[in-house]
């Protein structure tokens, strides 16, 4: 079976944690892509866009749209964080958003393996604007409002 390629985003700490941060709050993103069902890092990208337009708590158009460049060009299609702000309006019409709830890195490959149909398949409906996947131990699709 002939798997398809996709490109991740993890939003972590210098410490390649997951943290309890925004998505565009983080301190940088891991690049990995997916591909015969594992995953391998591609790279480390800086998130030198986290402090712009710190006078707007909940949402930031010049920041957004700093991230959206960042990921568009290394060629993310998914991103993955434990939180996600008001910039998740914009950003899902280009990425799925993907909210996890377990910090473990391991355990989120382990389930996002096991739960990749859904995003391939959101992937190929190619929505104007994708749906948020919450993922614990299974995945739940919903809009963004």
Not at 117 to 145: A, M, Q, Y
């Amino acid at each position: 079976m002939n798997h398809p390629k996709i490109i991740f985003a993890f939003a972590v700490s210098d410490s390649n944690k997951f943290e309890a941060k925004h998505f565009g709050d983080v301190d940088k993103y891991l690049i990995y892509e997916y591909c015969n069902e594992s995953f391998n890092l591609l790279s480390h990208q800086t998130n030198t866009s986290k402090d712009l337009d710190e006078k707007q708590l909940n949402e930031s158009i010049e920041k957004g749209n700093s991230i959206v460049k960042l990921l568009t060009d290394h060629k993310v299609q998914v991103l993955v964080s434990l939180q996600f702000g008001q910039n998740i309006k914009m950003i899902n019409k280009h990425f799925i958003p993907v909210a996890i709830h377990d910090p473990n890195t391991e355990e989120i490959f382990k389930i996002l393996l096991k739960n990749m149909k859904w995003i391939i398949d959101e992937l190929e409906i190619n929505p104007p604007e994708f749906r948020l996947f919450s993922i614990n131990t299974g995945v739940l699709k919903s809009s963004i409002k």
